[in-house]
């Protein structure tokens, strides 16, 4: 099956700091989605983009589809922003069957 | 707006009794639902999907097996539950005319003793 790698594993920012969080995909893809795991658990969306670029207040994302990534990108970092972010893919082989694989995301604390 | 629920928000079990969560979702037709567990160390596994009454896929064998009785209702079940199933698990829908997108109930963590 598809494989999605996210780095780094770990993160620890300072409260107004920038970061970046990557995923790569080992396969084409026709569904990739961003999350945000609160400290209660709860998977927020953050984006859905399977290509091109969104914005969304202080985040944004990109995936590059043709070179099997995609990056989301944090500005301005609030301790708010702490928790684990997902990516979740479908390939594009498996189109139809609307079924994501998960890496095991980026763990990111902000600091005051 | 569409809306998904699951319950109970937590569950402590003895090994060897069953176990029941439920699901729901609001707002739309048909949908995709989906049960994923997560244990201790981040990854998500999906357990199971469904993409009608009474169709059930399941990904990983195990003890546990998933019921969808009417559209918009899933259930996650077992008859006896082991220490590895404990967990936090997820459920979520898709709908596929919304495009893909998969959105997540609030979770049922669950812990065997």
């Known amino acids: 099956g598809i494989q999605v790698e996210q780095s780094p594993p770990d993160l620890i920012l300072q409260e107004g700091a920038n970061s970046t969080l990557r995923c790569n995909f080992s396969d084409s893809v026709n569904n990739l989605q961003w999350f945000h795991q609160n400290p209660w658990g709860q998977l927020i969306n953050l984006f859905y983009?399977?290509?091109g670029t969104k914005q969304n207040g202080r985040l944004s994302a990109t995936t590059v589809a043709t070179e099997r990534y995609s990056l989301l990108y944090i500005s301005s970092s609030q301790t708010t922003d702490s928790g684990v972010y997902f990516c979740a893919v479908e390939t594009a082989s498996g189109a139809g069957s609307y079924q994501l694989t998960f890496g095991k995301g980026t763990k990111l604390s902000v600091i005051p | 707006s569409q809306t998904i629920h699951q319950w109970p928000a937590t569950l402590v079990q003895p090994v060897g009794s069953p176990l029941s969560l439920e699901c729901t979702v609001e707002?739309?037709?048909?949908?995709?639902l989906y049960w994923y567990r997560q244990a201790a160390g981040r990854g998500l596994q999906l357990l199971f999907y469904s993409v009608g009454i009474g169709q059930i896929s399941s990904e990983v064998p195990q003890n546990l097996s998933a019921s969808r009785p009417q559209d918009r209702q899933f259930i996650l079940s077992s008859k006896k539950l082991l220490l590895s199933d404990s967990g936090f698990y997820l459920c979520a829908w898709m709908a596929e005319v919304l495009g893909g997108e998969l959105f997540f109930g609030e979770g049922s963590r669950l812990t065997v003793l």
């Open positions: 707002g739309t037709s048909n949908p995709n």
């Open positions: 983009i399977p290509s």
